[in-house]
């Protein structure tokens, strides 16, 4: 149900959005997903197109994944962390608990399990297109 919640979040600041720059219509929304958010795209896309106002009608949303920067909190080298090149067991479980990311990546230079996500978290507005 998380996704029905920021379904209507990005909807309030699409809207936002789209007042300040007087558009009549929205045409494109593309929401980027922080990797290790617990997002299922397909389900945050079907509360969108659900709870969409008369604003977004016409709208197509894109929902693109964004990748994670890692930050190690020993030697502070940072790295990209590609959830793709885990095996599948192990980016499930960091999917459903970004926490146990810990136990499963360490930092590339030192090999140290303490190290903080940058980007990954959250879910934001990248981009919006429309007619005026
Ligand atoms: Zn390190």
Not at 25 to 29: A, C, G
Not at 33 to 48: C, D
């Given at each position: 149900?998380?996704?029905?919640?920021?379904?209507?979040?990005?909807?309030?600041?699409?809207?936002?959005?789209?007042?300040?720059?007087?558009?009549k219509?929205?045409?494109?929304?593309t929401i980027?997903?922080?990797?290790?958010?617990?997002?299922?795209?397909?389900?945050?896309?079907?509360?969108?197109?659900?709870l969409?106002?008369e604003?977004?009608?016409?709208?197509?949303?894109?929902?693109?994944k964004?990748?994670?920067?890692?930050?190690?909190?020993?030697?502070?080298?940072?790295?990209?962390?590609n959830l793709?090149?885990?095996?599948?067991?192990?980016?499930e479980?960091?999917?459903?608990v970004?926490?146990?990311?810990?136990?499963f990546?360490?930092c590339?230079?030192c090999?140290?399990?303490?190290?903080?996500?940058?980007t990954?978290?959250?879910?934001?507005?990248?981009?919006?297109?429309?007619?005026?």
């Open positions: 149900m998380h996704e029905w919640s920021l379904a209507e979040a990005i909807l309030a600041s699409a809207k936002q959005v789209a007042e300040q720059e007087k558009l219509e929205v045409t494109e929304v980027k997903v922080g990797e290790l958010q617990q997002i299922e795209p397909p389900i945050l896309r079907f509360a969108l197109t659900q969409k106002p604003l977004f009608k016409k709208t197509k949303f894109h929902i693109l964004a990748k994670s920067t890692l930050k190690c909190r020993v030697c502070a080298t940072t790295w990209q962390f793709k090149k885990l095996d599948k067991a192990t980016a479980a960091i999917h459903f970004p926490e146990a990311s810990h136990s990546i360490k590339p230079k090999g140290s399990p303490d190290f903080e996500i940058v990954g978290r959250g879910v934001w507005l990248e981009d919006m297109k429309g007619a005026k």
